[in-house]
């Protein structure tokens, strides 16, 4: 009996070439699988499969499949690695193969894009429905007392004894561009989560979507060369809202819930989308690369 799976040496040599995401060194642990965002709502996007695949050199195969086109570029997957393989880094050149060998589009390619723009836009908007919501269950008293800047960002320098680095920042805007979910400050800029809070708006921040849509990938972090981890300061906003009562528990389990329909109907609709836009027929023997 034939095997089922092919290993295609070469292949994997020219990917280890190409992309030098260490995929060789990834030994299943489930770290990326567990942290990526779109695979722990919906169970569509399992990054240590797709680096697998590569280490089997199935080249043919991974281009041709649907879940490279759920990723969000986040590299939470990456973040997280014990060995240093970046799984996001291969997404996003299976992705660039799947252009250049016809298999999709550009503008199916722009679609995508702006089916995750619309998702982010999404969040925000629940968060926004789900804060107004819970302010309508807070006593009389809370909602009567004004909101003005001048609160000390003290407490926000440290988030569990890890340093934010908050005062650090000097508003180069790094993190702004290294975020995946930086559609628009009306959804999440960790610029104005950090600058914000240093002048002394965290009580206003912690009722923006910004917190509460941040996806804690550490993006805005890794880039910023004064060290100022943006993503803890997000946390730390999260949890003054929790301790102070501006949010609840059933905010929070209200959030989880329609968070993740949010998850499942953006895979839904990439998949839809796009799928028939790939030559998933195609005989692999007989299509036509230029691989070394």
Partial sequence: MDAVIHPQAPDRRWINRAVKAE??????????????????????????????MANLGLMDELIRLPDIWLCLGCRKCSHVCPMTVKPAALIAFLRWEALREGLFSPELAEERRRLQDHLHRQRAAVVRELLA??????APQELSQPRTPGASWKPFAVFHD??????????????????????????????????GTLLGYARELSLSPGPWVCLQCRSCSSACSHR??????????REAAQKTGMVDDAFLQAWKDK??????????????????????????????????
């Fill in 23 to 52: 995929i060789n060194l990834c030994f299943t642990c489930g770290s990326c699988a567990v942290e990526c965002p779109v695979n722990r709502a919906t169970n569509r996007l399992d990054p240590r499969r797709l680096v697998w």
């Fill in 133 to 138: 919501e819970t302010a309508q269950r807070r």
């Fill in 162 to 195: 890890h340093e934010t680095g908050i005062s650090s920042c000097f508003a180069c805007g790094e993190c702004s561009n290294a975020c995946p979910v930086c559609v628009d400050r009306s959804v999440l800029d960790p610029l104005v989560l950090v600058r």
């Fill in 228 to 237: 100022v981890q943006g993503h803890l300061v997000a946390l730390a906003l």
């Fill in 259 to 292: 968070e993740r329909d949010l998850w499942h109907g953006y895979a839904e609709a990439v998949v839809q989308r796009l799928e028939p836009g790939l030559n998933l027929t195609t005989n692999t023997q007989q299509t036509v690369t230029t691989r070394p």
